[in-house]
């Protein structure tokens, strides 16, 4: 006899919300690593309660108030991640190399573990908006309730009832938990980017133009397409930089060695992203260097960050361990 826990039909419906959690669980921990830890547990702990689960309509609910208890318990006594741009102020060529562990650090995601392949287009540009690197670092300075609720009502789009009875409180704390979230969003200083738009022949172009730069190492193409205020960073290096000029200067100083790199297109928090394969000797040989991740405003790069944890990285990423001939 087949119990519902057994159900091959329970298994496909379990599986078919898997990819918006992920979604839920990466905004509220910051980590893809992390979210999917989250969402593994919250299958487990949904297999085995399925038999007491009465309710068949809200078993949605049921399993993002799992996920919302598993994240919730993730992160109590944990340090928030983070990202360089928050631990002071912008460094130069002379500033040590100082790194921290990878705990530390708001980590990417890959677009295709938390948007669906197709939909309506303004509500997948809406979900690409809330995955910016920026956007779910500020998440990360909100109190986890505050977090959740933010993230089911401004994120998910679900309603204030439907969120209270998710996280067993009233409407009115709801309301008041997603005023304080939006208060303190508010006053973050994020970084004015434009999410990927597949479609957008500019944003295209745009791209297509800095791939042709770094490959060939123009700093004079480059100069055109970065920002004059463009910032800069390097996890695990706690060093960034701020404005064109000290960007350039970096590579083309400590960062020579990118010269001659080959970039492969991906895409991760709604942005564009490229798997950069630095050379590694005579030969023509490549090693993977770094996962960049540029935010775009205004026809510019505004922002650069250089993902180097490419062991974990490439593999979430179906980033190739060298680059093709």
């Not at 990202?83 to 980590?107: F, I, K, N, V």
């Not at 809406?126 to 920026?134: C, D, I």
């Not at 080959?262 to 630095?278: D, S």
């Amino acid at each position: 006899m087949t119990t519902a826990a057994q159900s091959p039909e329970l298994e496909r419906e379990l599986e078919s919300h898997r990819r918006e959690l992920t979604g839920y669980c990466y905004r509220m921990l910051g980590s893809a690593f992390d979210a999917e830890d989250a969402v593994q547990e919250t299958m487990v702990r949904a297999w085995r309660g399925i038999d007491r689960f009465e309710g068949r309509a809200a078993l949605k609910s049921w399993l993002y108030r799992i996920a919302t208890n598993v994240c919730l318990d993730m992160l109590n006594g944990k340090e928030r991640r983070i990202r360089p741009l928050e631990l002071g102020d912008p460094g130069g060529l002379d500033s040590p190399l100082t790194t921290r562990g990878e705990a530390s650090w708001l980590e990417p995601i890959p677009d295709g573990q938390v948007l669906p392949g197709e939909g309506d287009p303004a509500q997948l540009a809406e979900e690409r908006e809330t995955l910016r690197l920026a956007f779910v670092a500020a998440l990360q300075h909100l109190p986890p309730q505050q977090r959740a609720v933010l993230i089911l009502r401004e994120a998910l789009r679900w309603r204030a009832n439907e969120v209270a009875e998710l996280l067993e409180t009233s409407v009115a704390s709801v309301n008041s938990s997603l005023q304080r979230a939006r208060a303190s969003l508010d006053s973050s200083e994020l970084t004015p980017s434009e999410p990927l738009d597949p479609l957008d022949e500019e944003q295209q172009a745009l791209l297509k133009r800095y791939v042709k730069a770094f490959e060939a190492y123009d700093m004079d193409a480059i100069t055109s397409l970065l920002h004059e205020d463009a910032k800069q960073s390097m996890p695990p290096y706690e060093m960034w930089l701020l404005g064109r000029e000290d960007i350039l200067r970096w590579w083309t100083g400590p960062g020579i060695g990118c010269k001659g790199s080959r970039l492969i297109p991906t895409v991760a928090n709604g942005l564009p992203a490229f798997g950069q394969y630095r050379p590694s000797g005579p030969g023509g040989s490549f090693e993977p260097w770094a996962l960049q991740v540029l935010e775009l405003s205004d026809g510019r790069i505004v922002g650069f960050t250089a993902f180097l944890d490419t062991e974990r990285l490439f593999p979430l990423f179906g980033l190739p361990p060298v680059p093709p001939e």
